[in-house]
């Protein structure tokens, strides 16, 4: 078992991902709005609206008082609110709250859809935030299976690789490469259209080197070191390139939650990284998880 004073890193990495992507998408649905309006402004909505008795007026609103789809929608942010905080209180044989967290990674799942279908149906826009949706689970089975348990382990590199192929997809060239990908790099690094292109391009191909490497055993712990370098990296670069000491609050409360909410792009490939930083013992790997009655500190 884990010795009482010492701290569980790869799994905190795990919990401290989840924790911080649902603290980064609360504050989205508080602040501003979820990204739901491309799933719910169809015909087929509607229509199912009016089996329910609902009026256009109620249902979209009237322009004075919000309808029943902005109404709920205001509402959602309770759950990511909640699903933060089960990041901080789930435990080993916490199964209720371990349930809470897989629907919480549907909540995930369902924002990525929307994002894909406002992107019109690109798929790296998609499996881009594999990271994101997957890092629930991941803190689920690392408490469940074990931290080193292999189903943890591959889910966690499959994380990685969506995120990064996704990424990589966009930067490289394969699909458009979004405006704000120039924009950012044009801000931070002082550069001209031509020179950010062509670094984009580097960036995208290592995305991929990414992808491949950390499946080679040789390779797989440097490429794990940048991936996380690189994630923490792209996930500051937008409040870094949007705030400013002009702005109210200096502009973090526009900001800072879109660095927050890709904590999970530094920390999965990190939590990786230090699995395979130190080699395992030739005790039972699983033993090593912290058990029920250990503070939170020790994970």
Sequence with gaps: MTPPNRINLPTLCLRLGAFLCFAGWTWIHYYWEGPYGVLLWHDATFE????????????????????????????LWWLYLA?????????????????????????????????????????????????????????VMALALGAR???????????????????????????????????????????????????LRIAGVLDFVVCIGICIPYLRRPAALYASIWGFLTAIA??????????????????????????PHCLIPLYLFLLWRQPPSTDNLDKLEPTDSEPMGNE
């Design 238 to 263: 937008r409040p870094v390139a949007g705030m400013s000491w002009g702005l109210n609050y200096w502009g973090a409360d526009q900001y800072l939650h879109e660095a927050v909410l890709r904590a």
């Design 48 to 75: 199912f609206a009016s089996r329910l008795g609902l009026t256009w007026e109620e249902f979209v609103g009237d322009g004075i008082n919000d309808g029943f789809v902005q109404q709920w929608i205001a509402k």
């Design 149 to 199: 348990h292999r189903v943890t382990v591959i889910t966690a590199i499959v994380a990685v690789i969506l995120t990064f192929a996704g990424h990589g997809s966009y930067a490289l060239g394969l699909w458009p490469t979004p405006g704000n990908f120039y924009a950012m790099t044009t801000l931070i690094l002082g550069v001209e259209y031509p020179t950010a292109q062509t670094m």
């Design 83 to 139: 699903c933060t905080l089960l990041t901080l209180t789930v435990r080993q044989r916490s199964w209720l709250q371990m349930i809470g967290l897989v629907l919480g990674s549907g909540l995930l799942v369902v924002l990525s859809y929307a994002a894909y279908v406002a992107s019109q149906n690109q798929l790296p826009m998609f499996i881009e935030h594999g990271g994101q949706m997957l890092s629930p689970i991941l803190l």
